[in-house]
């Protein structure tokens, strides 16, 4: 979801070959794309298993749809669907996006809630309650930095068989609808970033971007250049994180920002001017 892609850069610089597929909607326009990946993916690696990581605004059920395309269907014996949650955003994220995590909650056999040495027990209880409200039946795992408590590896669960959702119904062929990141009403823009800027000030825009100067921002993440290296940047769940990045030859700055209500302006300022001091005002 967005102009300027990131994820395939930080891949590839692990020794993984990454196709990016255009920004779109996966039943409509990019099933076809998605189908043809996968095939390639296992007429010419035969793997055990693929690992699809959809985007956090990813429309799951349509996801799962694709699969079950009967170019696909054949190959697949079986479906488990994993569901990360940011425990640290969830309640603020639930209160303004909540018919979008009941649906994905009445798909999700199993829920990882990650992040939790960042919120409270009290938080803690309250948002697995609330998986548990939402999907009694779903096993659900504590997590930090990713790794369950307590485990080295989740049992495999497999997914439950579920009736397809009108939203699958319907026909492909010009038809209108409106789903997916674009119904949520998130915005995206993309920008590249030209000038190197110091750790220093990017820590001072990337703090005043998170707490909402520039509209709502739900997910942001870059790559520049800084002090005679690069770094990797984002803000996720209302929080700023950089670190380093071992760029490659010819790599590109850049900037991707998901959100609602953004001051595109001010953002594009902020970041094509990024070694100005920023402005401070003294309140009595």
């Known amino acids: 979801f967005g102009e300027l892609g990131l994820d395939a850069a930080l891949l ?15 039943c409509c326009s990019l099933r076809g794309d998605v189908t043809t990946r996968l095939r390639s993916v296992l007429d010419e690696m035969k793997p055990d298993r693929v690992l699809i990581e959809p985007s956090g605004v990813a429309d799951v059920a349509s996801l799962v749809s694709v699969l079950e395309a009967p170019e696909l269907k054949p190959f697949v014996r079986e479906t488990r669907l994993w569901t990360v949650i940011d ?6 994220d639930y209160a303004r996006l909540h018919e979008y ?9 199993l829920f990882v809630v990650n992040k939790t040495d960042l919120v409270t027990p009290e938080a803690l209880d309250a948002v697995i309650a609330t998986l548990a409200q939402l999907n009694p039946d779903a096993e659900i795992l504590p997590a930090r930095h990713g790794r369950i408590a307590g485990m080295s590896h989740a049992k495999p669960v497999l997914v439950k068989a579920h009736e397809p959702h ?27 970033l030209d000038e190197p800027v110091s750790i220093g000030v990017l820590r001072l825009r990337l703090d005043r971007i998170a707490a909402g100067e520039f509209g709502g921002i739900e997910r942001l993440k870059g790559l520049v250049e800084s002090d005679g290296g690069w770094l990797k940047f984002d803000i996720a769940g209302g929080r700023v994180g950089i670190t380093a990045h071992g760029a490659r030859d010819g790599e ?7 959100g609602t209500d953004l001051k595109r302006k001010a953002l594009i300022d902020a970041f094509t001017c990024p070694n100005e001091s920023p402005r401070l005002v003294a309140i009595a």
């Open 101 to 109: 995590f009941e649906v994905q909650a009445r798909l999700a056999p």
């Open 166 to 192: 009108d939203h699958h119904d319907h026909d492909h062929h010009g038809h209108d609808h409106s789903h997916g990141p674009d119904a949520l009403g998130f915005e995206n823009m993309s920008l590249p």
């Open 12 to 26: 590839e610089g692990e020794g993984r070959d990454v196709v990016e597929l255009p920004n779109g909607c996966i």
């Open 252 to 258: 590109a700055a850049r900037v991707m920002i998901i």
């Open 87 to 92: 425990s640290a955003a969830f309640l603020a």
